[in-house]
């Protein structure tokens, strides 16, 4: 399989888990990576379905709804092992703690957290708590298809982002997942919107639009601030897509 050229393959549902997740998945082949992009959204159906079960088991033992949320949160962020979250806070803290773009990639690299990290986790973590409470006080017919609709969604912006813009840095995790080509980027957004149109319906798509313009928004501020994208900014993408469209589906 290493030298396999083809745009879609099985294995790649195992390369994008073992990328994304803390599933224990069993990877031989690593040569893929680049290709495998197209199975982002197959981790969000994973992995929000398994944060869904741990919500409706809690919802089924009458918990209240606030404690519901907390729980789908409690399952969902771990199984990403934080990843995105880490992300999301080293990227406020380069962008906005920087003079430049060296300087930028430099705070960003730092494993210490600052106050624009802080500032971003604490607003993303309470409105996606927010969000689910509202959603899951709906019930959880209402809650399911919505934290899938924003796992599948939000995971399948990152390969626009890597396709669109070079490597901001000579390492780290997205410069070693390699090149990503428009092709498989575009068929991950395909099967999301489908994914997305079979549990929303038509909402789907407005999700979709804002999405795309959050996405666009973060794409200009990464090339004005570090000339491209690193693992961080995917992070970061990925965290601010899946609040928009929360918010969205609640809207």
Request: aromatic share 6%; proline share 4%; hydrophobic share 55%.
């Amino acid at each position: 399989m290493k030298n396999d050229r083809s745009l879609a393959q099985p294995h790649d549902v195992l390369v994008a888990l073992a990328l994304l997740s803390r599933l224990p998945v069993q990877v031989q082949d690593w040569s893929r990576q680049a290709r495998a992009v197209w199975a982002y959204p197959l981790v969000g159906v994973v992995l929000g379905g398994v944060a869904s079960v741990a919500g409706l088991m809690a919802l089924g033992l009458g918990l209240p709804a606030p404690l519901v949320a907390l729980i789908t949160l409690a399952v969902l962020i771990p199984l990403s092992g934080a990843m995105h979250e880490d992300g999301l806070a080293d990227t406020a803290d380069g962008f906005w703690g920087g003079w430049d773009a060296k300087q930028r990639l430099h705070i960003m690299k730092d494993s210490h957290i600052g106050t624009y990290g802080v500032v971003a986790l604490c607003l993303s973590l309470a409105t996606r708590w927010a969000a689910l409470w509202i959603l899951w006080d709906m019930g959880g017919s209402v809650a399911v298809p919505a934290i899938l609709t924003s796992a599948i969604l939000s995971r399948a912006v990152m390969p626009i982002l890597m396709a669109g813009l070079p490597h901001a840095r000579d390492m780290g995790l997205s410069h070693s997942v390699g090149q990503v080509g428009w092709s498989g980027a575009i068929l991950g957004v395909a099967l999301a919107m489908g994914l997305a149109l079979a549990l929303q319906g038509f909402v789907a798509i407005w999700a979709g639009f804002w999405a795309a313009l959050v996405l666009f928004g973060i794409a200009l501020m990464a090339r004005s601030k570090i000339h491209g994208q690193t693992g961080d900014v995917l992070g970061a993408s990925q965290q601010i897509t899946e609040v928009t469209i929360l918010i969205c589906l609640l809207a």
